[in-house]
């Protein structure tokens, strides 16, 4: 019997369910013993918890709380780590409150402490005869330390599959928190002005009124939207998206509203436009504000009666849709010159908000970084860099003119250029180094010759920086100062206004060798 139930619970280190494993574990020790209830138990802060019981009236015990100042028997096995067997009559120990709503009560129990691997106590089982007649089980020393070799395999079995499934949990929930980091939809922040949006963002998410966002390129208007629908009614239905400035006036049309097979040269079958395949959800339209004047009155038609008409088509259609718009120009400048209906723009603003530039919530810059570091160091598999104090505060003064999306930039420029964990002031382009830094902006500061800055139409039209990325501008500007220095890097750092030597490590980095 001994050697059938050791092979029994030697198996047991092949389940990993602890919720299984503490079942089989239980029925094979009542087995043993020939005994009808069976529980297991755990220390959970101040107090013993049963975690699973088996046998007759097990339900009444599971999920059972002894508080630790409660004498109780899986109390005194825990913290003592010793079998111990009890009479519940007569043991003081015997925390009795808890048969009291039990038919059947224990005549014998016999409880035995938990272990892990390093022999230290986690919990305790505890097997109960409740046989009537005088000393229902025969447990003798021996038959007593044969018990304890078998559950001690049984505990560390369990023990482990315990702690295989918290690692598991673990690592779900590191999935998730990975999954939000490399998501595009964060917004971060915790400067005043913007946590006045999110305040907003809240109270405009309860209503289905039209939303106005207004606020320069890069400053995260389209996150805002897509907060704005995740938070209300319309969250599980399709959020559509379309830029009125990235297709041709002729196309918008036929995009927004459909059309009929035959309607136009080219319209070979029917179309589903955007309004009609967004019925029920969110319809953002951003940079409303190049949106051709012609076709700002069918909008109107749609925020004003929710109904659409398909090109070629005579009889309308009603639709339920919310419409959230965006644009970074000056809206209220193009209703006074007559580009954009006033008449729209009232219907549409129902709900203004104005988003911030970086450069207004500083606060948000340091934390913004991290995050944008975290997010593209998972997509490439590589280690965050830190940044040092003095880089953060470059960073902090620079007047982002390209708000998030330059921020969201130069991290991915950094990531891939920056060999050392920490990044330096001297790792930063070169137009973090002025005083005040230029802004990465062509028409607004241009360098001169003694590293101050003047106004544009002072100097020479600056350069396209349209499709330029980081190093390129960098290079571009580097051989321009060497080429007005005639290769003197003394002349051409000051001119920069960094000291030579980062000068110099520039344009190693760059690969431009210098004869003079």
């Not at 939809?185 to 289905?208: E, H």
């Not at 644009?327 to 603003?349: C, E, G, M, P, S």
């Not at 028409?443 to 020479?460: E, K, L, M, R, Y």
Request: net charge neutral.
């Amino acid at each position: 019997m001994f050697d059938k139930a050791l092979s029994l619970f030697k198996s047991f280190a092949e389940e990993i369910d602890p919720q299984v494993l503490q079942r089989k574990f239980l029925l094979a020790l009542l087995e043993l013993q020939n005994v009808s209830r069976g529980s297991i138990w755990i220390k959970k802060e101040t107090r013993y918890l049963c975690i699973d019981a088996v046998g007759l009236e097990s339900d009444g015990l599971r999920g059972v709380e002894i508080e630790s100042d409660r004498p109780s028997i899986v109390g005194w096995v825990i913290e003592n780590g010793k079998i111990t067997t009890a009479d519940p009559k007569k043991d003081p120990r015997h925390y009795k409150e808890l048969e009291e709503n039990l038919a059947v009560k224990s005549r014998r129990i016999l409880c035995l402490p938990l272990f892990l691997r390093d022999k230290t106590v986690y919990g305790a089982v505890q097997i109960i005869d409740t046989r009537p007649e005088e000393n229902p089980s025969s447990i003798d020393p021996d038959r007593l330390s044969q018990i304890q070799d078998l559950v001690n395999i049984g505990s560390i079995a369990l023990s482990n599959a315990i702690f295989y499934n918290d690692q598991l949990k673990e690592t779900r929930t590191l999935k998730q928190t990975l999954n939000q980091i490399r998501s595009e939809g964060v917004i971060l922040g915790q400067s005043p002005v913007l946590l006045k949006v999110l305040g907003l963002v809240r109270n405009y998410a309860r209503t289905d009124y039209p939303v106005l966002i207004t606020g320069e390129s890069g400053t995260g208007k389209e996150l805002v939207a897509h907060r704005i629908h995740q938070e209300g009614r319309r969250k599980d239905r399709a959020f559509v998206v379309q830029n009125c400035s990235a297709i041709p006036e002729t196309l918008l049309e036929s995009e927004l509203f459909g059309h009929k097979k035959g309607s136009f040269s080219g319209a070979f079958d029917d179309k589903v436009g955007l309004f009609e395949a967004a019925d029920g959800g969110t319809v953002f339209l951003d940079e409303i504000g190049d949106m051709p004047i012609n076709l700002q009155a069918r909008i109107l038609r749609v925020v004003q009666n929710s109904e659409i008409k398909p090109v070629g088509q005579n009889r309308p259609k009603r639709i339920d849709i919310r419409i959230i718009s965006a644009t970074n120009k000056n809206i209220h400048q193009a209703v006074a010159d007559n580009t954009f209906r006033h008449d729209l723009f009232y219907r549409l603003a129902v709900l203004p908000l104005h988003m911030p530039p970086l450069r207004e919530r500083r606060e948000d810059i340091a934390l913004l970084f991290n995050h944008f570091m975290k997010r593209e160091a998972l997509r490439l598999g590589l280690p965050a860099k830190k940044v040092d104090g003095e880089a953060m505060q470059r960073l902090t003064c620079y007047p982002w003119a390209g708000n998030i999306r330059e921020l969201e930039n130069l991290v991915r420029y950094l990531l891939v250029v920056t060999d050392d964990p920490i990044i330096t002031a001297e790792a930063l382009p070169f137009f973090f180094h002025g005083d005040p830094p230029l802004p990465m902006i062509p028409g607004t500061v241009s360098p001169t010759v003694d590293g101050n800055a003047q106004a544009a139409d002072a100097v020479d039209p600056p350069l396209t920086f349209a499709n330029m990325t980081w190093e390129a501008v960098e290079r571009t500007y580097v051989t321009y100062l060497l080429e007005k220095t005639a290769g003197n890097i003394t002349r051409a750092a000051r001119d920069a206004g960094v000291n030579r030597s980062t000068f110099a490590s520039r344009l190693r980095r760059l690969g431009i060798e210098v004869s003079r």
